[in-house]
């Protein structure tokens, strides 16, 4: 993290000397003399994410981390300093400029002593590493330290009891049949999933099996972990399978790598052996041993156990080899293991009532963990039976696991996916700590802030939008960040979060690197040194503790109230300010002064009753992201257009849903002008009513948009749109609306569509599908609102090769719909508002990988659709208002088309209460078939 830290300051002074040289005057050579003392540093903060760190090099790190801080304060100070010298009038009357250079000097004199000042500190870090003997930190620390024994908290999970076995019996038992069973072929299975879930537990019980240990020759378990020495391990393994057999050759040539992976083949070769790698990091790992472990076809099996999806599915090599995704245990298996740990000597292992709902709290803030709810309910098992004691450790357990002995174990095997982290993932995940506990952010928020921290280390000829994309990515391979919701889902924008145990370890993290504090009701205490705050359901109590401070972002969480007081302190003393996210926040306008924030890159105003924008934003000249969804917000001040650095403004007034109108969804109007924003990359949504051709024009300036949404389209400007649109070579998402459900979009114009465009929205009328839209073989998203199309519409995309989702929505004037092939990767369908749809029919082998199925309202359908049956992906349907035969022919008492669904794992019925507010039903509800025999 240090690391980090020192290489985003660097840059920043790289940048400052580059282009504030002419401005630097008296402390040009300091600040070049400070970056070089830091690059001859940082090469000795390479292993500085190492456990086992001793206290004197931790304690140097530190003072590195903090020292790097200082510097960032003192450029950002100067930058701010020099900009206010720039907006200064150019009418300052002669008479008053003599007394403005003095005043201007006093600021330019403190900032240079800061600079003298930070300077010394660096030499004294550097000659104080010298002087205790830890010139790099590979070296670990002084001799006097070394001799200090680092436990592996792992060790436990190749120990675990019968009793502490739950929720796994089926998976062991399909392993063990993989195991003896099956192909030849010598084949691997890798076991994948988050730290605690079981993954060397399971394969433990699968490769002591009886049945294993009888039908192989030979036997391997060998623990990888981060750090390994492959020769080491190809020693072991060859020690092992020696030793096993008693006629083996008694001299083992132990020199070189090649020399061993040699003899281990030609040993293994003629037997039928069983190899466990468990806890695989790497994927250098397998790409060296695999060598070791010949196609012998004699049924020989290999099991890898990993936290990283992409070593699992890199491990799989054949149509043989196969990977196992764990998944967390379902709530009744968590709860039968925390009862056997928690009460193993009493109560017959079953909960008192007067602590069931305590201890269902705590269980499920494990959230189906093993490890947690063995570790948690272990230690419980030690308490008094009391109500109080369950709820000190309920109420207290971020700092149980930090210090608890019976946890630490618990956080020490969570913080080893945090350890294997790069630096440059480090920043990212950390962010996650931030938010509360058990949320979910959508994935544009959190690049959009990963992108204003600095995080995003550029790539050649790569956006840094692209390369946060593949940092996220990287994190849910993993299994560090889970996805919240199905990909891609049309009214559900994919969000992201964490664990609730990981998020307990991030805060304990993030507050010791002072990378970011939390604030919740009743806490009057802030460290002034945390670089980002999070104030969560806070009172004006906490805001009147705050005071200046290193700050650089603040976020506002379950805000009942906003004092004033606080928010004309914000933009008094919060000047370094880069992040500002009110998302949520009970505020109904800005002040002028947000304009006095230089450095702000990135202002989420989303959610909030604010009207106007203050013209002042036009003098955020470093602002990146400017949020403004679901405000009142109709109009964008002429100011904003000298904002060049300005890469994403989102506004629209309503939920762009299923049951918003054209006329509920309101863009916002901006002027001409906006083409000035070359490095523009989401823009959604814009109003075109109020302009001629001339916005058109500009949007095609707009080279870099990889987002643009634009409403109020009338039919004769689609044309104009579409010689826009064919400019737009990054273009991954469309959103365009009419200006009304009865106004034509014309966009068959478009001959050389973006070849990027991944997700299509339209709403309003077309005559028939766009030709261009079958060319786009990465089209992931097609949604259709308001459509009203006369033209069959599934014999154009059932071969679009990528399509996931396909909505239509009031879109199909036909009453049939026949899914006669393709739709190979579909995975959800929207059939919705098809009034006179009567018949949906599906072939055997068409939507293949269907998950979701909607449907509804179609009043004119009276039997469920034929061939659903044949889907064996499918996993959810919701009927929505649906009519009475319809619902009753699929009753399961019989119901005439009860036998198409049965197989189905959730069948929701959904009727509107009120708004967008559905009373939903099972098959077989009696309260359902009352309501049937009633209004409906």
Not at 52 to 74: F, P
Not at 86 to 108: E, T, V
Not at 603 to 619: A, C, D, E, F
Request: aromatic letters at 8%; glycine letters at 6%.
């Amino acid at each position: 993290m240090t690391e980090t830290v020192v290489t985003l300051v660097i840059n920043e002074l790289v940048q400052l000397i580059a282009h504030e040289s002419k401005l630097l005057r008296g402390v040009h050579r300091d600040v070049a003399d400070m970056r070089d003392e830091l690059e001859s540093i940082q090469c000795f903060l390479k292993d500085a994410n190492r456990e086992d760190l001793q206290d004197g090099v931790k304690t140097w790190v530190k003072q590195v981390r903090e020292v790097a801080y200082d510097i960032e304060d003192v450029i950002d100070e100067y930058v701010l300093h020099v900009a206010q010298h720039r907006h200064q009038q150019s009418f300052i009357a002669f008479l008053h400029k003599i007394g403005h250079l003095f005043k201007k000097l006093k600021p330019r004199h403190d900032i240079a002593t800061k600079i003298q000042a930070i300077k010394i500190s660096i030499r004294d870090i550097k000659e104080r590493s010298e002087r205790y003997g830890f010139s790099s930190l590979e070296q670990g620390s002084s001799s006097s330290e070394s001799s200090v024994t680092y436990h592996d908290p792992r060790v436990g999970a190749l120990f675990i009891g019968e009793d502490e076995v739950v929720g796994i019996e089926s998976t062991r038992d399909e392993l063990v049949s993989w195991l003896v069973g099956g192909v030849s072929k010598r084949s691997v299975i890798s076991i994948v999933g988050m730290g605690g879930i079981g993954k060397t537990t399971l394969a433990k019980k699968v490769y002591e099996n009886e049945l294993v240990k009888g039908h192989f020759d030979c036997h391997v378990w060998i623990t990888v972990s981060q750090s390994y020495n492959i020769q080491k391990i190809l020693s072991s393994m060859t020690k092992i399978v020696y030793c096993e057999d008693e006629t083996a050759p008694g001299q083992i040539d132990m020199t070189d790598e090649i020399t061993l992976i040699s003899q281990l083949r030609k040993y293994l070769q003629q037997k039928r052996y069983v190899v466990v790698f468990d806890d695989v990091w790497k994927l250098e790992f397998w790409e060296i041993v695999k060598h070791a472990l010949p196609y012998n076809d004699r049924g020989s099996r290999i099991i890898i156990t990993t936290r990283s999806d992409l070593i699992g599915v890199s491990c799989k090599e054949s149509f043989f080899d196969q990977v196992q995704k764990l998944q967390p245990l379902s709530q009744d298996n968590a709860w039968e293991l925390f009862c056997r740990k928690a009460f193993q000597s009493e109560f017959q292992r079953c909960c008192p009532k007067e602590l069931v709902k305590l201890s269902m709290d705590i269980v499920k803030k494990c959230e189906g963990l093993p490890l947690a709810i063995v570790a948690i309910g272990g230690l419980l098992s030690t308490k008094e039976k009391v109500s109080l004691e369950w709820k000190k450790l309920h109420d207290s357990l971020s700092s149980e696991l930090e210090c608890n002995p019976h946890l630490t174990s618990v956080t020490k095997i969570l913080f080893l996916s945090y350890h294997d982290l790069p630096c440059y993932l480090k920043f990212c995940y950390l962010y996650f700590g931030i938010f509360p506990e058990d949320y979910s952010i959508t994935s544009d928020r959190l690049l959009w802030l990963w992108e204003a921290g600095g995080f995003i280390k550029g790539k050649k000829g790569k956006p840094l939008l692209e390369v946060a994309e593949e940092y996220l990515t990287e994190l849910i391979q993993r299994n560090l960040v889970q996805v919240s919701f199905g990909e891609f889902d049309y009214d559900i924008i994919t969000k992201f979060r964490i664990h609730d145990l990981l998020h307990e370890t991030i805060i304990l993290k993030a507050g010791e690197l002072n990378f970011s504090q939390v604030l919740e009701a009743g806490d009057t205490t802030f460290q002034g040194k945390s670089r980002s705050l999070s104030i969560h359901d806070a009172r004006e109590n906490v805001f009147e503790a705050i005071e200046y401070s290193r700050v650089r972002s603040i976020f506002l969480f379950n805000m009942h109230e906003m004092p004033r007081s606080f928010m004309v302190k914000l933009f008094k003393k919060f000047k370094l300010l880069k992040v500002l996210d009110f998302e949520n926040a009970p505020i109904d306008y800005l002040a002028q002064e947000v304009g006095t924030l230089f450095h702000l890159k990135y202002l989420n105003l989303r959610r909030t009753k604010v009207k106007i924008l203050p013209n002042s934003v036009g003098m955020l000249q470093n602002l990146q992201t400017l949020n403004l969804m679901q405000t009142l917000v109709h109009e964008l001040p002429i100011e904003i257009f000298r904002l060049y650095k300005l890469r994403h403004v989102m506004a629209f007034s309503h939920d762009f849903g299923i049951k918003s109108s054209l006329h509920s969804v309101q863009g916002v109007k901006v002027h001409e002008g906006v083409g000035c924003l070359n490095e523009l990359q989401h823009l959604s949504m814009i109003e075109a009513n109020h302009h001629g051709v001339g916005l058109f024009e500009e949007l095609e300036k707009l080279s870099q948009l990889r987002m643009l949404g634009i409403l109020n389209m009338t039919t004769e400007r689609g044309r104009a749109l579409c010689t826009s649109i064919q400019k737009m070579v990054h273009l991954k998402f469309l959103v365009v609306g009419s200006i009304s459900e009865d106004e034509l979009i014309d966009l068959e114009s478009i001959s050389l569509p973006p070849p990027s465009l991944m997700h299509i929205y339209l709403r309003g009328r077309l005559k028939k599908l766009p030709n261009w839209i079958l060319e786009l073989q990465n089209l992931v998203t097609l949604v259709l609102f308001f459509s009203s199309l006369e033209e069959y519409p599934l014999s154009c995309v059932q071969a679009l090769p990528n399509l996931i989702t396909l909505s239509l929505n009031q879109a199909y004037d036909g009453e049939q719909l026949h899914f006669e092939g393709g739709f190979r990767k579909l995975k959800k369908l929207t059939l919705r508002e098809m009034k006179k749809l009567k018949m949906v029919e599906i072939d055997k082998g068409s939507l293949s990988s269907l998950e979701r199925l909607e449907i509804g309202p179609c009043p004119q359908m009276k039997e469920v659709p034929s061939g659903i049956q044949h889907l064996e992906s499918l996993k959810l349907i919701d009927f929505y208002e649906m009519q009475k035969e319809f619902v009753l022919r699929m009753q399961p008492d019989g119901g005439e088309d009860y036998w198409k669904v049965k197989k189905v794992t959730t069948i929701h019925l959904k009727y509107r209460i009120k708004g967008e507010q559905y009373q939903t039903y099972k098959l077989g509800d009696s309260d359902l078939l009352e309501r049937l025999q009633g209004s409906i």
